[in-house]
């Protein structure tokens, strides 16, 4: 039986959170009517601002059918200041980075986490830290801090990259144990959704914007690095350059995509990035994802949706037209095919051409009923 869980906060707590199974519509949009309800995509959970009224209201909205757990507390991992050699083994870190040419942003992450790693060792040499001590102290961060998977993956991506880029040390001493890789079916939204999402915003820039993610099956970023001219009309099709690993590809341009982005270049006339913000410059990720969340809000579209989902959803749409898995696997640049066989599992399961035994069943005790 399908139920709500609200999430019993801790008595400083800001916010009350509330898991509700999609299905459940009628309790999410009387949710969605609170003053202060927010949807968190990342967690996928709603919440309110923590008052006794708004808890008796969640309670009353769900009528009875509901589940009450206890919060769990989150301990922000503890920073520190570091010593100058710990800045200087930071240093080393980033130099070694940038060497490799790794973007900007995940410099930056690899420092903060690196940073983590140096409050708990930057008293030792680095060179005689064991794998133990570390997996010891990455054990730690979860019992006591509750870190999640990403985090910890991330820690040890920053912790590997020193000690093999930046010390050059043998793989024995960077060979850390990881949490086990969970095998997760992309989220995917029906045609139907996406026409409306896509055609939900009344702003010519903001459906331009949403029909070229979906219409060429791009990355938030790709979209963002996509310049005039790379869009390649008479031959049909985008150029993405630098994309994720740092691959140049090409990918599909639909022709009703080319007819709208016609109509919106007429009518604001970018100058380089395709589009851009009031200034000039490109157009910034967190405008992006609020025009995705307000066509999800107005199209009452499946709220566990993020703009990625609209790349999902084109590699998914793009199998079900039988296009060639190789050919889609070079539209959306990924490494290995085995990456773009995920799409296939939503096929299997949404294939309204497999026949249920149950159906048979049914359906022969009908006909000799």
């Known amino acids: ?17 509330i898991s509700i199974p999609y299905e459940m519509i009628v309790v999410r949009n009387a949710i969605k009517k609170i003053d202060s309800s927010f949807w968190h995509p990342h967690q996928k959970l709603w919440s309110v601002i923590n008052t006794d009224k708004n808890f ?6 769900c009528d009875g059918n509901y589940k ?24 080393e870190l980033e130099k070694a980075l940038v060497l490799k040419q790794y973007s900007d942003s995940s410099i930056q992450v690899y420092k903060k ?6 409050g708990k060792f930057m008293h030792r040499n680095l060179k005689e830290v064991t794998k133990e001590d570390i997996e010891g102290f990455v054990y730690e961060l979860i019992k006591k801090s509750k870190i999640s998977e990403s985090y910890q993956n991330q820690l040890i991506n920053a912790i590997k990259a020193y000690y093999e880029h930046a010390l050059k040390m043998p793989r024995e001493y960077y060979d850390i144990q990881r949490p086990k890789k969970s095998v997760s079916i992309p989220n995917v939204l029906s045609k139907k959704e996406v026409l409306n999402i896509i055609q939900s915003p009344q702003n010519i820039k903001h459906k ?13 970023s790709e979209l963002l690095n996509l310049r005039i001219a790379d869009v390649h009309s008479d031959d049909g099709y985008l150029f993405i350059k630098d994309s994720k690993g740092k691959k140049d590809r090409k990918t599909i341009l639909p022709e009703q995509l080319l007819v709208l982005l016609r109509t919106y270049y007429k009518a604001y006339k970018p100058s ?43 590699a998914t749409h793009c199998i079900e037209n039988n296009i060639n898995i190789r050919h889609l696997q070079n539209m959306l640049g990924h490494s290995s095919p085995k990456t773009t066989e995920i799409y296939t599992k939503t096929i299997e399961i949404n294939n309204k051409t497999i026949i249920s035994p149950l159906d048979s069943l049914l359906k022969n005790n009908t006909l000799q009923e």
Request: aromatic share 12%; with cysteine; glycine share 4%.
């Open 68 to 91: 009450i757990e206890k919060d769990v507390r989150f301990t922000p991992v503890p920073s520190v200041k570091l010593t100058q050699n710990a800045l200087d083994s930071l240093f």
């Open 1 to 17: 039986m399908m139920q709500p869980i609200i999430y019993q906060p801790f008595k400083e707590a800001k916010r009350i959170k």
């Open 208 to 220: 331009a914007i949403l029909h070229t993610i979906y219409g060429s099956g791009l990355r938030i």
């Open 113 to 118: 986490m690196f940073s983590v790693f140096l």
């Open 272 to 314: 380089y990035w395709l589009f851009e913000g009031q200034t000039g410059c490109k157009y910034s990720t967190a405008s992006i994802r609020s025009i995705f969340r307000k066509a999800i809000k107005n199209t009452n579209s499946n709220p566990w949706a993020t703009v990625h989902t609209l790349r999902h959803s084109f």
């Open 56 to 61: 008796e209201s969640l309670k009353k909205i």
